[in-house]
Every structure is written in C-alpha cells, then in structure tokens.
C-alpha cells in the first residue's frame, strides 16, 4: 500500500506562515503528479495546489501569491508554503498523488489559522 506522510500542520496566528511536506516512496514520486489539497468542516474537498513531475505547477485562483508549491526530487518530498495565513484556511490538509485514473491520498495534516 503506497504511504503519502504528511507533516507540519497545526496551530498559527493570522498573518503566520506554515510550511507541509509529504514523502512519498521513489516509485511514486518519480512519475506522478503531487498535489495539495484541503477540506474545511461542512465544505468539500478543494484543489489547492498541484506540481507535475517536471515541476509545472498550477494554484486555485484564490489562494495564489500567497501559497506556493515545490517538490524536492532528492528527497521525493512535496512542499507547501503558505504565507499571509487566514481564518478561512483553516483545513484539513491532504496530499494526492495521481496518474491517470490512480490517485493515493495522505493521512490529512489538520491546520488551524486562530489568534
């Protein structure tokens, strides 16, 4: 069963900053396209951010300029840093991997933007 391990979620004040990461085995991370996505309470799951093997990225309009996306291809690891941190970002936080019709799903990361 593939393993996607997030890390880095918690508790910041508006205006914080947070960075997450997922490892994912070599395998995966090789030739899939790795994304960030999050679900609020009473909400769905939204897109936040994606980057493709070959490290083309692509944001939800909303939340571009102040979320950015990498992938460190040593590590097999995906970043998101989130800047300017807002109430409503508070989210679970998940990380995909997909290709094709195959998709795996991380844990969630639960972060919370409270003063």
């Known amino acids: 069963q593939v393993q996607l391990v997030e890390s880095g979620g918690g508790l910041v004040q508006p205006g914080g900053s947070l960075r997450l990461s997922c490892a994912a085995p070599?395998?995966?991370?090789?030739?899939?396209?790795m994304a960030w996505y999050r679900q609020a309470p009473g909400k769905q799951r939204e897109l936040v951010a994606s980057?493709?093997?070959?490290?083309?990225?692509d944001y939800s309009d909303s939340l571009k300029g102040r979320f950015t996306i990498s992938r460190d291809n040593v590590k097999n690891t995906v970043y998101l840093q989130m800047n300017s941190l807002k109430p409503d970002d508070t989210a679970v936080y998940y990380c995909?991997?997909?290709?094709?019709?195959?998709?795996?799903w991380g844990q969630g990361t639960q972060v919370t933007v409270s003063s």
């Open positions: 995909n991997a997909h290709w094709s019709i195959v998709n795996y």
């Open positions: 070599e395998s995966i991370f090789r030739f899939y396209v």
């Open positions: 980057i493709s093997e070959g490290g083309i990225t």
